[in-house]
């Protein structure tokens, strides 16, 4: 199953962990805070299970999302990647 995971975790060392936890199960960074990838449901609860540990009793919160083919051909995106000096509208000589 498709899945999005997003966090917002003020500590950078958890964050971190919480990272390469969505790393260690095959996910990938699409945003700063926010992974995306398939796993199955056994894998969605391991890995919650092991964000809840890495919180502990520390503030932050993390969402994972499962999302459907139909919906996920339905997304809209804009992206416009290239350096930060490049503004895209002309070409570069």
Excluded: N
Aim: aromatic content about 6%.
């Amino acid at each position: 199953m498709r899945c999005l995971v997003v966090y917002d975790i003020p500590d950078d060392r958890v964050r971190t962990k919480v990272a390469d936890h969505c790393l260690d199960y095959g996910l990938d960074r699409i945003q700063y805070s926010a992974f995306l990838g398939d796993l199955s449901r056994t894998h969605q609860e391991e890995l919650m299970l092991r964000v809840k540990r890495t919180l502990g009793k520390r503030e932050g919160k993390v969402q994972l999302f499962v999302i459907c083919e139909k919906d996920w051909g339905q997304r809209l995106e804009v992206i416009r990647e290239g350096s930060r000096g490049d503004s895209g509208d002309c070409p570069q000589r």
